[in-house]
């Protein structure tokens, strides 16, 4: 592309007589001509181009209407941003780039918000030691978010109506940040109205991303800081809809087929699994900030698994992954009150035909590593209904034969423990019904060889008879 092109292109964006209309379709031929750039042109486009998009999207006000134009123009600008190479032609200008991004969330709607905090991921990933000055600012703008968590949930449950589904939230509309042209475009069936970025769950599940990355580089900020959101964080684990309040805190998991969660319920999901995962990070690297929150930190951790939708497959994984992060600390000990609760399959993957499919190999090794840490503090029942589970597990055939050994192991280790209840007679039963669970399997595992020899035998019959 011409330089003169890129001219061209910053001379129109700029222009105040074009409609916002026109001025997409410009920006839309823009970004879509980016692959056609020479890597020596980034260096003008981003000293051409980038002021007159940084101008654009700081002095005209977001819209919070999808179908507005001027909404799809800046859409189309944030896109052409997180487009641009990463390279060292944007080395000069990353500062300023995300600290406008930054600036952004905090008054787009959530759609750009998105984006935005997708390309300062990138970018702080990229150029971390550049970025320094940005670290602040953002972890202000991440317990902000996290302090708006209760306001989130209030405007999530008014939409929990039958209409939800397809009615888009009003209250989260700012009438000063409206165009007064698309009145007619927002009655448009594909017309919704887009929620303010500070009040989405679907931004604040961005953001716990960044702000690992943005202390992995700058340890300096993290003590501070995890002190200031650990209360907010556990108090956004806390939130549930509205429609699941009466199950309470881990009283146990959603009945399958049952209520099915709106999608902003499902954006509130996430974030929470996100958060866990962000929760988990904190306490493999500060521990001792959160051992006084312990015991509330095993019951969320409890009381997610049992909320989570059972088809969200891809959420429960995540947050069997951070549980099995939790439970590798200090952290265990808080487990052990709620250990048999874990020995629940629908506790742990859920009713859903993929999560019973996909999610086991995660379920199994989290709680093989909570229940071997754990396993001499557990009591008579709890050791009593962990035999049970293991010896269940033992004697399903669907479960691979790795499964199998994880178990055999399990209760090989447990042995001891059993030796020690207090009731020898209840111990004595526990380990006869271990005796007799080997016994069997070996029994079966005989059964599969000698079957296997005879098919052997068999086929190479058939084949000196052909």
């Not at 910053?10 to 209309?21: C, F, G, I, Q, V």
């Not at 993290?222 to 429609?243: K, Q």
Request: proline share 5%; hydrophobic share 45%; charged share 20%.
């Amino acid at each position: 592309m011409a330089i003169t092109n890129l001219e061209v292109y910053a001379t129109r964006l700029r222009d105040d007589r074009l409609s916002a209309k026109l001025k997409q379709t410009i920006a839309h031929e823009l970004c879509e001509s980016l692959e056609l750039l020479q890597p020596q042109d980034y260096a003008r486009f981003v000293t051409i181009v980038w002021p007159v998009i940084r101008d654009l999207l700081l002095k005209t006000p977001p819209v919070f209407v999808n179908t507005a134009a001027e909404q799809k123009l800046r859409a189309t600008l944030l896109d052409i941003v997180q487009r641009i190479p990463h390279s060292e032609v944007v080395r000069p200008i990353v500062l300023e780039v995300v600290t406008t991004l930054v600036d952004l969330v905090k008054i787009e709607n959530e759609d750009n918000a998105v984006t935005c905090l997708k390309t300062i991921y990138e970018l702080h990933r990229m150029y971390r030691q550049l970025l320094e000055g940005i670290a602040q600012p953002f972890l202000d703008l991440a317990l902000e978010l996290y302090r708006n968590a209760e306001q989130m949930l209030k405007v999530v449950d008014t939409m929990d109506t039958p209409a939800s589904l397809s009615t888009p939230n009003t209250n989260l509309m700012s009438p000063s940040a409206m165009s007064p042209g698309p009145a007619t475009e927002a009655s448009d069936s594909a017309a919704k109205n887009l929620g303010k970025a500070t009040s989405s769950f679907k931004v604040l599940t961005e953001v716990p991303i960044i702000v690992v990355s943005i202390i992995q580089a700058s340890r300096r900020h993290a003590e501070p800081f995890v002190t200031s959101i650990l209360p907010l964080i556990l108090h956004m684990l806390e939130l549930s809809p509205r429609a699941a309040q009466g199950q309470g805190l881990g009283l146990g998991p959603p009945e399958a087929g049952g209520h099915h969660l709106s999608s902003a319920h499902a954006d509130l999901i996430t974030a929470q699994s996100k958060t866990l995962s962000f929760l988990a990070f904190f306490a493999r690297g500060f521990t001792a900030l959160l051992l006084p929150s312990q015991e509330r930190i095993a019951r969320l951790t409890l009381h997610l698994l049992c909320a989570c939708p059972a088809e969200a497959t891809a959420t429960r994984k995540e947050m069997l992954i951070a549980t099995r992060h939790i439970v590798s600390t200090e952290l265990r000990r808080a487990f052990v009150p709620l250990a048999d609760r874990f020995l629940d399959m629908k506790v742990l993957v859920g009713t859903g035909l993929a999560s019973q499919c996909i999610l086991k190999p995660f379920a199994f090794s989290m709680l093989a590593d909570l229940m071997h840490h754990i396993r001499a503090e557990l009591s008579a029942g709890q050791l009593t209904r962990m035999v049970g589970f293991y010896a269940g597990c033992m004697h399903d055939h669907t479960l691979s034969a790795g499964v199998h050994t994880m178990c055999a192991k399990l209760l090989h280790n447990i042995t001891e423990c059993i030796m020690q209840i207090p009731d020898r007679r209840h111990g004595r039963v526990l380990l006869l019904s271990v005796l007799r669970t080997f016994v069997s399997s070996l029994a079966a595992i005989g059964d599969g060889a000698a079957a296997a020899i005879s098919d052997i035998q068999t086929g190479h019959a058939h084949a000196e008879e052909a």
